[in-house]
């Protein structure tokens, strides 16, 4: 343990030399999630009982988090990283980009958040190195699993290219409840109008396009588990759509 709160940025800028993937991954007792947190600065943002959105930008004495690492290597935490101040930083990056951030909740409240957005080098289809997160499930069964499909990885934040005019990613969701309503909600007051955010639904052989800054879309989850020790699965298409201005 640390006697101080530990500052994110700094333990990006200071101890990610030589690491290729950059992000920190810190437990929210609030949510009962992993909350992914990029060296970009977009980061899954905690909801607290009120609605209030926060960002995990510092860690507590006593708070656990997680790194990636593909090869052996020093990560050191020394006086460098510490700060005083319990305030968050609410913004890591010289400019906000925009944010196609989706929230999924249950109908018992549990929740769930993904992020995709646009940059320079992005692609949709690979792990961009510094600038995408890894899903961490988390360790309470009730709460829903919401992620990005990437081949064989599953993904809490995702950069796509900013030059690409339509983008298709599979978004997954893993739920243990039964009969339960979960919806999908595009927080939308991050987003440029220049961007549209479709889910598309297969049903009865049809494509159905939602869209989310009209309405959320909703499911209702199964009224049995195929198996009882694993969570049902439930996949979609997410499309956006970069208008010409």
């Known amino acids: 343990p640390w006697p101080t709160n530990l500052n994110v940025t700094h333990l990006f800028n200071n101890n990610f030399s030589g690491i290729t993937y950059k992000a920190i991954h810190v437990w929210s007792p609030t949510l009962g999630q992993y909350v992914a947190i990029c060296s ?6 905690d909801y ?5 959105a926060n960002s995990a930008t510092k860690i507590a004495p006593f708070q ?3 790194v990636k690492v593909n090869a052996d290597g020093n990560f050191n935490v020394n006086n460098s990283n510490r700060s ?12 906000s980009p925009n944010y196609v951030r989706l929230n999924l909740f249950d109908q018992d409240s549990a929740f769930d958040q993904i992020v995709l957005y646009p940059t320079d080098q992005g692609k949709i289809d690979l792990i961009n190195e510094g600038e995408d997160a890894y899903k961490l499930y988390s360790m309470d069964w009730a709460v829903p699993t919401f992620a ?23 978004i997954r969701i893993e739920s243990f409840k039964t009969n339960n309503t979960h919806n999908i909600y595009l927080n939308s007051s991050q987003l440029e109008d220049d961007y ?5 639904e297969v049903l009865n ?3 159905i396009e939602h869209n989310l800054r009209e309405r959320g879309f909703s499911f209702k989850t199964k009224a049995s588990l195929s198996d009882p020790n694993l969570p ?5 298409t997410l499309k956006i759509i970069k208008k010409n201005n």
């Open 84 to 95: 005083t101040s319990n305030s968050g930083l609410q913004v890591f990056m010289k400019k």
């Open 40 to 45: 970009t600065g977009v980061s899954i943002t």
């Open 48 to 52: 607290n009982t009120s609605d209030t």
């Open 232 to 236: 049902e699965i439930y996949n979609y």
């Open 196 to 200: 549209e955010v479709y889910v598309l």
């Open 64 to 66: 656990a988090f997680w």
């Open 205 to 207: 052989g049809d494509t």
């Open 148 to 170: 990005i499909e990437n081949g064989a990885d599953l993904l809490s934040i995702k950069a796509f290219n900013s030059e690409d005019e339509i983008i298709y990613a599979r």
